[in-house]
């Protein structure tokens, strides 16, 4: 260019922020920052949308720092597909019990255990059974009816040391028996057997202890035998805070998966390996980024038909809840977060924003180099640290001659936050990065560190006795189901199993571990995700802090700045003499 100086726009398009960076570039490369802004990214990254939004910001700070771009550069723009799917977990011919109660029964009654041989209703009028029994309630059953029945066989002699119901009748038909015994409502009676051993228990109120959650006792109650007790064991897993179960042995097999067209091809050892989408998961956490070469899920819209990707990262819900040790019940810890990074990338991005704004775009670099570029200008940065951009969408590592990326970023958190509260993503986005708090009454809150504090005005009624996050307008209601404490355990497993976990992934690719990571994107900001990341990296010593971009803009910015840091080295090159 004839003219010493030109005004740059670098502009990365995120899957979550677009960002732009607007600087002076001298003719020797001297960079002069103008100003710079971020807006939430408009539609999937790479649409028309997406860069209707950027030409959008672009126009904004222009107005603002009253100059005129002269030329806009872009990274690569490769979009990441976050959503959760309904995938199957793997089913285990190995399960010697099976559960009876469903998962959302609440109205047990009685207390304490009992173990007997299962016998319907109706046979209670017939000869009197020599053992103690389980006594079952079909849901076409009325509570009053089951009552006198029940009553009519203890006189008879029966010996019923428990009852299971098919409808949530429990607490009726216990107050009007003449036995205390445990009543388990809600019960699944079908393929249960006439005859069958099963295991009964509810817990009393205000109580901690269950009988039948210890493996060794559900199986001398079941006469399982000691060569299934690992297999109990994992089962018993989920009894933990039960407030009633109701358990018989298994005497057939699992049903088996749905037959569907869902796969995931992954390279393994050069060959390409198909997995049901339910095996993949433990598969995609273990081998580097890049083993998924193609996916097809009929959940999610970008993938119904399959899709090409260079990267897969799955994070199953239940593995959130098993670390953070909730109380059984109090998140939705079903389904897999699945995220898929595109194997094509736009092409025609820089064309279509050259169109919107007016003026020349041209693509410079990809986020990973980008990104790289503008964490070197960090002051202090160690040497030999390798940086990792944090973005919506993707990790990027870069360090030591090599680059990684990988799918699975800060969509994949807020996703999960998202259905594990059953929450709109928009509210999960909030609540994902600050603490919250429980208010107990108008006045009254309980912190997550166990402090009670006095609010500075009076809580709405629809927040009182909820757990809440602070919003500009005031306390936003989140979940009624967690204390303060849980929510803050449930929120660093959640971060600890899906952006933590996958750097580590990432990391364990290089030679060795680097002496400092330096965290970038707006990922960085979350002093919690610094935290898990630093957790997950302490056994390998190493140090785990964030990038400041040119000194003044933090983590965030990395790829806008770097891109406008890369023309300008270009610049400078290109009008040197051969």
Same mark, same amino acid.
């Given at each position: 260019?004839?003219?010493?100086?030109?005004?740059?726009?670098?502009?990365?398009?995120?899957?979550?922020?677009?960002?732009?960076?607007?600087?002076?570039?001298?003719?020797?490369?001297?960079?002069?920052?103008?100003?710079?802004?971020?807006?939430?990214?408009?539609?999937?990254?790479?649409?028309?949308?997406?860069?209707?939004?950027?030409?959008?910001?672009?126009?904004?700070?222009?107005?603002?720092?009253?100059?005129?771009?002269?030329?806009?550069?872009?990274?690569?723009?490769?979009?990441?597909?976050?959503?959760?799917?309904?995938?199957?977990?793997?089913?285990?011919?190995?399960?010697?019990?099976?559960?009876?109660?469903?998962?959302?029964?609440?109205?047990?009654?009685?207390?304490?255990?009992?173990?007997?041989?299962?016998?319907?209703?109706?046979?209670?009028?017939?000869?009197?059974?020599?053992?103690?029994?389980?006594?079952?309630?079909?849901?076409?059953?009325?509570?009053?009816?089951?009552?006198?029945?029940?009553?009519?066989?203890?006189?008879?002699?029966?010996?019923?040391?428990?009852?299971?119901?098919?409808?949530?009748?429990?607490?009726?038909?216990?107050?009007?028996?003449?036995?205390?015994?445990?009543?388990?409502?809600?019960?699944?009676?079908?393929? %249960? *057997? /006439? +005859?069958?051993?099963? #295991?009964?228990?509810? !817990?009393?109120?205000?109580? =901690?202890?269950?009988?039948?959650? $210890?493996?060794?006792?559900?199986?001398?109650?079941?006469?399982?035998?000691?060569?299934?007790?690992?297999?109990?064991?994992?089962?018993?897993?989920?009894?933990?805070?039960?407030?009633?179960?109701?358990?018989?042995?298994?005497?057939?097999?699992?049903?088996?998966?749905?037959?569907?067209?869902?796969?995931?091809?992954?390279?393994?050892?050069?060959?390409?390996?198909?997995?049901?989408?339910?095996?993949?998961?433990?598969?995609?956490?273990?081998?580097?980024?890049?083993?998924?070469?193609?996916?097809?899920?009929?959940?999610?819209?970008?993938?119904?038909?399959?899709?090409?990707?260079?990267?897969?990262?799955?994070?199953?819900?239940?593995?959130?809840?098993?670390?953070?040790? %909730? *109380? /059984? +019940?109090?998140?939705? #810890?079903?389904?897999? !977060?699945?995220?898929?990074? =595109?194997?094509?990338?736009?092409? $025609?991005?820089?064309?279509?924003?050259?169109?919107?704004?007016?003026?020349?775009?041209?693509?410079?670099?990809?986020?990973?180099?980008?990104?790289?570029?503008?964490?070197?200008?960090?002051?202090?940065?160690?040497?030999?640290?390798?940086?990792?951009?944090?973005?919506?969408?993707?990790?990027?590592?870069?360090?030591?001659?090599?680059?990684?990326?990988?799918?699975?970023?800060?969509?994949?958190?807020?996703?999960?936050?998202?259905?594990?509260?059953?929450?709109?993503?928009?509210?999960?986005?909030?609540?994902?990065?600050?603490?919250?708090?429980?208010?107990?009454?108008?006045?009254?809150?309980?912190?997550?560190?166990?402090?009670?504090?006095?609010?500075?005005?009076?809580?709405?009624?629809?927040?009182?006795?909820?757990?809440?996050?602070?919003?500009?307008?005031?306390?936003?209601?989140?979940?009624?189901?967690?204390?303060?404490?849980?929510?803050?355990?449930?929120?660093?497993?959640?971060?600890?199993?899906?952006?933590?976990?996958?750097?580590?992934?990432?990391?364990?690719?290089?030679?060795?571990?680097?002496?400092?990571?330096?965290?970038?994107?707006?990922?960085?900001?979350?002093?919690?995700?610094?935290?898990?990341?630093?957790?997950?990296?302490?056994?390998?010593?190493?140090?785990?802090?964030?990038?400041?971009?040119?000194?003044?803009?933090?983590?965030?910015?990395?790829?806008?700045?770097?891109?406008?840091?890369?023309?300008?080295?270009?610049?400078?090159?290109?009008?040197?003499?051969?």
């Amino acid at each position: 260019m004839s003219r010493d100086s030109v005004v740059v726009a670098g502009c990365d398009v995120g899957n979550h922020t677009t960002e732009i960076v607007l600087a002076r570039v001298a003719a020797d490369g001297v960079v002069e920052p103008l100003t710079h802004g971020q807006a939430p990214t408009r539609g999937r990254k790479g649409s028309t949308e997406s860069l209707e939004g950027a030409a959008a910001l672009l126009n904004r700070l222009e107005v603002e720092a009253r100059v005129r771009v002269d030329e806009v550069v872009l990274a690569t723009i490769r979009p990441v597909d976050t959503a959760t799917a309904p995938l199957a977990p793997a089913v285990s011919p190995r399960a010697p019990v099976r559960s009876l109660r469903r998962p959302d029964a609440s109205t047990p009654a009685g207390a304490g255990h009992g173990v007997g041989t299962h016998v319907p209703l109706a046979d209670l009028s017939g000869p009197v059974h020599p053992g103690p029994v389980i006594v079952s309630v079909s849901a076409a059953t009325d509570f009053e009816v089951a009552a006198q029945a029940i009553g009519d066989g203890v006189a008879s002699g029966w010996k019923i040391a428990g009852v299971l119901v098919a409808q949530d009748d429990a607490v009726l038909i216990r107050n009007r028996i003449p036995i205390d015994v445990p009543v388990v409502d809600e019960v699944e009676l079908d393929g %249960l *057997r /006439r +005859g069958a051993l099963v #295991a009964v228990e509810v !817990v009393a109120e205000g109580r =901690a202890y269950r009988a039948l959650a $210890d493996p060794i006792a559900l199986s001398a109650a079941l006469q399982l035998g000691h060569d299934r007790l690992l297999d109990v064991a994992e089962f018993t897993r989920e009894l933990a805070d039960a407030p009633a179960i109701a358990v018989t042995a298994r005497t057939e097999p699992p049903d088996p998966p749905a037959v569907d067209d869902d796969y995931v091809d992954c390279r393994i050892g050069g060959e390409i390996v198909r997995y049901a989408p339910a095996a993949a998961h433990t598969v995609l956490r273990l081998e580097p980024p890049g083993c998924a070469v193609e996916v097809r899920l009929s959940a999610l819209p970008a993938a119904e038909n399959g899709i090409a990707v260079d990267d897969a990262f799955f994070t199953d819900l239940a593995s959130i809840d098993n670390g953070a040790w %909730l *109380r /059984r +019940g109090v998140a939705d #810890a079903r389904g897999t !977060v699945v995220a898929l990074l =595109a194997a094509e990338p736009v092409t $025609d991005a820089a064309a279509t924003l050259s169109g919107l704004t007016g003026r020349p775009a041209r693509t410079v670099a990809g986020e990973p180099a980008a990104a790289a570029r503008g964490a070197q200008t960090t002051p202090g940065l160690p040497p030999g640290s390798v940086v990792c951009d944090i973005g919506g969408g993707t990790v990027d590592l870069i360090g030591q001659g090599r680059t990684v990326t990988a799918a699975g970023a800060g969509e994949t958190i807020t996703t999960a936050v998202s259905r594990v509260l059953g929450i709109p993503r928009a509210l999960a986005e909030r609540v994902k990065r600050t603490p919250a708090l429980r208010v107990e009454g108008p006045h009254v809150a309980h912190e997550e560190d166990g402090r009670r504090v006095f609010l500075d005005s009076p809580a709405s009624a629809d927040a009182i006795g909820r757990l809440c996050t602070r919003g500009s307008a005031g306390l936003v209601p989140f979940s009624h189901r967690l204390a303060a404490e849980e929510w803050r355990s449930l929120r660093l497993a959640i971060k600890q199993e899906t952006v933590a976990a996958n750097i580590a992934r990432c990391l364990a690719t290089f030679d060795e571990p680097p002496s400092a990571l330096v965290l970038a994107g707006g990922g960085a900001l979350d002093d919690e995700l610094l935290r898990t990341v630093g957790e997950s990296l302490r056994p390998a010593r190493v140090v785990v802090g964030r990038a400041d971009i040119d000194g003044v803009h933090g983590p965030r910015f990395a790829v806008a700045s770097g891109l406008v840091h890369l023309y300008a080295e270009d610049r400078v090159g290109s009008t040197s003499p051969a």
